[in-house]
């Protein structure tokens, strides 16, 4: 016991103060990093089942949709690109063949020709859909915006104080002037004008099942 307190005399309490210190706070930086750790490791697996959950929910819509679409069935896709598995875009692109595959069945040459072992897809991009029959064109082409034949009235009626003459533009003497209601597309709103006739729309993908 006299011993200790010599040693502990000599200034030795300092040192072991120290150690101590030293100790708690490398036991502290070390949890702290065991806490990082965990954390950042259930921070990967967060967004590692997020992806998971994103990859099963498509493929379960491209499973849902093989069961119940025949091959070379289109439909319009909301999401973005890449499209399910066994789908593609409906952008014209010519796709290669493997055995067994009967998209080619389906679409034959109807939207041009892609050489041996190809088929050419259809290019859907910018277009509606429509059935065959009536006025639409033969299958697989396309079909240019169009404004049906029509008729507008105009109501014609002479000015007051004028009498005689012959009809025309202008005021001049002895003539009669002409007062034409003119024929106006509105609907009391700002009139939409553009190079197209077209309805309101969303703008979606059309797709196809190739397999």
């Known amino acids: 016991m006299l011993q200790l307190e010599k040693w502990l005399?000599?200034?030795?309490?300092?040192?072991i103060i120290g150690v101590v210190v030293t100790c708690l706070a490398w036991i502290a930086a070390s949890t702290l990093?065991?806490?990082?750790?965990?954390v950042d490791a259930a921070s990967q697996e967060g967004i590692a089942n997020q992806v998971a959950r994103q990859e099963g929910f498509r493929e379960a819509v491209a499973q849902r949709l093989s069961l119940t679409t025949p091959i070379g069935c289109v439909v319009a896709w909301p999401g973005a690109v890449p499209v399910p598995e066994g789908w593609a875009p409906c952008d014209g692109r010519a796709i290669d063949l493997?055995?067994?595959?009967?998209?080619?069945?389906?679409l034959g040459d109807t939207y041009g020709g892609a050489g041996p072992g190809k088929v050419r897809l259809p290019d859907f991009r910018g277009m509606f859909l429509r059935g065959v029959g009536g006025s639409a064109g033969p299958l697989g082409s396309p079909q240019q915006d169009a404004f049906q034949d029509h008729q507008h009235g105009v109501g014609v009626s002479p000015t007051e104080g004028r009498d005689g003459g012959r009809?025309?533009?202008g005021g001049a003497a002895n003539t009669t002037d002409l007062i034409l209601s003119g024929h106006v597309h509105a609907d009391g709103g700002a009139v939409r004008a553009s190079s197209e006739t077209r309805p309101v729309n969303y703008s979606v993908h059309w797709i196809i099942r190739v397999k």
């Open 9 to 15: 005399s000599k200034g030795w309490e300092k040192y």
């Open 33 to 38: 990093g065991l806490i990082a750790r965990a």
């Open 98 to 106: 493997a055995p067994g595959d009967r998209i080619a069945e389906v």
């Open 167 to 169: 009809a025309h533009w």
